[in-house]
C-alpha cells in the first residue's frame, strides 16, 4: 500500500509560471484537502473534495485550482505563481467524512511538496 | 467560523515527566477535536480524537487527551515523557455547521531532554 504519494518532493518556480502538484491516493478515500504549511501559520486548508466530481474551497484558494475526475487523483494546480506561494504542501486522504464513522477526518498525510517562487 | 488555537509555541519537558500541550477551541455547534504529530521533514500522523462520548480519549504512543466543554480545551497529555516524542503538535477541529474540513492550529514544538 502506498498511501498518498505527491510529487514532486521539491520544485523551484519563476514568479509567473504555472504547475501542477500532483496528489495520488490508492486507499479508496473519499474525502481529498490540501494543505500549505508555513512557519507560524501552522496548515491552512487550500481546496478539499468529498468525492469525484466534487471540490469546494477551504481557507486560503486564490491562485490554486483543483479537480478531482477520479477516486484516486486530486491536482493542485498554481495558475500564476507568486512568492507569496512559496510553502510546503500537503495532500490529505481519509476514507470517509461522515463523523460517527471510525475513519471520519483521520487523514493521511502524503511526504509534502516543497515549493520554491522565485 | 470554527478554530483552535495552541497558546504555546513551544514546551519543553524532561524525559519522564508528564507533558501537557493545550489547544483551545471555538465552534458555533458540538466540536469535533483531533490531535496530529508532524516529525521532521514528514507528514502529519494521526494521533487522537474526540467525537462524543467519554471526556478522556486514549491514542496512540501513549498519548490521551481530556475534552473539557466548560473551558473549551482539548489539552494533549502523556504520563512520561520519551525524547522521541519531540514533535510538532497539531490541534485540529470540525464544526458540525461548518462542513467537512479540518481547520489546524498552528502547531506547538515539543522538545524533550534526557
Known amino acids: 500500500n502506498a498511501g498518498v504519494t505527491q510529487t514532486p518532493k521539491f520544485q523551484v518556480l519563476k514568479t509567473g509560471q504555472s504547475m501542477t502538484l500532483q496528489c495520488a491516493q490508492d486507499?479508496?478515500?473519499?474525502?481529498m484537502s490540501w494543505y500549505r504549511q508555513d512557519p507560524g501559520m501552522g496548515l491552512r486548508l487550500i481546496h478539499y473534495?468529498?468525492?469525484?466530481?466534487?471540490?469546494d474551497q477551504g481557507e486560503v484558494p486564490n491562485g490554486y485550482n483543483v479537480s478531482r475526475s477520479t477516486t484516486e487523483d486530486f491536482p493542485l494546480r498554481l495558475l500564476s505563481a507568486a512568492p507569496s506561494q512559496t510553502s510546503v504542501y500537503f495532500c490529505?486522504?481519509?476514507?470517509?467524512?461522515?463523523?460517527?464513522?471510525?475513519?471520519?477526518?483521520?487523514?493521511?498525510f502524503g511526504a509534502g511538496s516543497r515549493l520554491t517562487v522565485l | 467560523a470554527q478554530s483552535v488555537a495552541q497558546p504555546e509555541d513551544q514546551v519543553n519537558v524532561a524525559e519522564g515527566n508528564p507533558l501537557t500541550v493545550k489547544c483551545t477551541y471555538s465552534?458555533?455547534?458540538?466540536?469535533?477535536l483531533f490531535w496530529y504529530v508532524q516529525y521532521p521533514n514528514r507528514g502529519l500522523q494521526f494521533l487522537l480524537k474526540?467525537?462524543?462520548?467519554?471526556?478522556l480519549v486514549k491514542g496512540s504512543y501513549g498519548f490521551e487527551a481530556e475534552f473539557n466543554k466548560s473551558q473549551t480545551s482539548f489539552h494533549l497529555k502523556k504520563p512520561s515523557a520519551l525524547v522521541s516524542d519531540s514533535a510538532l503538535y497539531f490541534c485540529?477541529?470540525?464544526?458540525?455547521?461548518?462542513?467537512?474540513?479540518?481547520?489546524f492550529g498552528k502547531g506547538t514544538s515539543l522538545l524533550v531532554t534526557p
Open positions: 490529505a486522504s481519509s476514507y470517509s467524512t461522515d463523523l460517527f464513522d471510525s475513519g471520519a477526518n483521520v487523514l493521511t
Open positions: 486507499m479508496n478515500h473519499e474525502y
Open positions: 473534495s468529498v468525492g469525484a466530481g466534487i471540490t
Open positions: 465552534v458555533s455547534g458540538n466540536p469535533y
Open positions: 474526540y467525537i462524543t462520548g467519554d471526556n
Open positions: 485540529a477541529v470540525r464544526d458540525q455547521n461548518s462542513g467537512y474540513a479540518l481547520n
